[in-house]
């Protein structure tokens, strides 16, 4: 199923549309499933039959399609069965990893002392780097102001001070040195634009990551949405949506565009093909991913993390800096995946010209 884009004036149709497609992918995936995933398809084919469009907005996740893991129809699942749905994705997460944790317990007993990480050397300076920037944070006396008498933090500074700052450090010189760059807001969505046929009108997010695969091959592989530190709730939902809303645009570019269909009709290549999402949901990081399996577009979180605005304890700044890792590690491997898939014949590499080492955590 490739889902119709909702136009906003007259998406009742659309979006019905989309849900009938989801239903058959569903039932599909049903008959050719067996034991606990054939029961969550079975279920989630049960709460899709239970669902109006009408009551749920032009906006909501299945209305383009989508199966979210924090909306309907999980909303009113068990979680051994949302669980099911989460299978695929855990291996997007990153172990415990014992020197990170030592080297933030050390930096908050002494933020002067030398951080001494054996190896890898990688891991140890990409560490170091977000601790000293948070230290900038936990020092600044507007976050100061901010946790001790609630005075307000607006977005542009929470993204100047302290989001940009942690992303530039996790997300520059990915393993395997793929061509990939940041875009800060600058610009519209080029899938988006590409879908509205119009950039004046695409959807413009706080912060994407773009990929090129080979000349002229490029596709957005992360996105971000943010608020200021106390966003509301409405905010927040209002990002989650949009998020997903991303997603799935640059899932389908790779099947309109000329270029990027050259290179995932190719099926190891399409089996990887997973956008990821950063929702800042006020002092909270959540990173979530996108895939297109069965043709069911799934969208799931991966990690979350509290973003701790003032000096804190070690376990708290480690959840932090292990969920970037953990989308650093999860975008380089993706990249790589797709750029030396073992069935691209026309690969412009072969996968035994290089060796991308990921920096993965070592069992605590």
């Not at 009938?20 to 067996?34: G, Q």
């Not at 140890?124 to 000293?132: A, I």
Request: glycine letters at 4%; aromatic letters at 8%.
């Amino acid at each position: 199923m490739e889902a119709l884009v909702i136009d906003t004036e007259a998406w009742y149709e659309d979006a019905n549309t989309n849900l009938r497609s989801l239903k058959r992918d569903v039932r599909r995936c049903m008959t050719e499933s067996a034991s606990y995933e054939k029961t969550m398809w079975e279920r989630i084919e049960t709460e899709l039959e239970e669902i109006n469009v009408k009551n749920l907005g032009f906006d909501h996740p299945i209305c383009s399609g989508v199966l979210d893991i924090k909306s309907e129809p999980f909303t009113n699942m068990p979680g051994s069965v949302s669980d099911i749905f989460k299978e695929p994705f855990r291996k997007y997460k990153l172990e415990q990893n014992h020197d990170i944790m030592e080297a933030c317990k050390e930096f908050i007993q002494n933020e002067e002392s030398k951080i001494n990480i054996d190896e890898p050397e990688e891991l140890q300076d990409l560490t170091k780097r977000m601790l000293e920037s948070m230290l900038k944070v936990w020092k600044s006396p507007k976050y100061d102001a901010y946790i001790k008498k609630g005075k307000s933090i607006n977005e542009g500074s929470y993204v100047c001070e302290v989001l940009a700052p942690l992303l530039n450090i996790v997300m520059s010189d990915l393993p395997g040195n793929p061509i990939a760059w940041d875009i800060w807001g600058e610009e519209g969505s080029s899938a988006s634009a590409i879908l509205k046929g119009s950039r004046k009108i695409a959807r413009r997010a706080d912060y994407m990551m773009v990929a090129q695969f080979r000349k002229n091959a490029e596709l957005e592989i992360v996105y971000l949405e943010t608020g200021r530190p106390n966003s509301s709730q409405d905010k927040r939902d209002r990002d989650h949506k949009k998020l997903i809303l991303f997603s799935n645009d640059s899932i389908d570019t790779t099947r309109n565009i000329k270029n990027l269909k050259k290179i995932f009709n190719q099926p190891s290549r399409r089996q990887n093909l997973t956008i990821f999402t950063i929702n800042i949901a006020g002092d909270v990081i959540e990173l979530y991913a996108m895939r297109k399996e069965s043709g069911i577009y799934k969208y799931c979180l991966i990690e979350e993390a509290t973003i701790p605005l003032h000096m804190t304890s070690p376990s708290a700044v480690y959840s932090l800096i292990h969920a970037l890792m953990t989308l650093r590690t999860a975008v380089a491997c993706t990249i790589h995946k797709i750029l030396y898939s073992s069935d691209s014949g026309d690969s412009e590499h072969s996968s035994s010209e290089m060796v991308v080492t990921v920096t993965t955590p070592k069992n605590s």
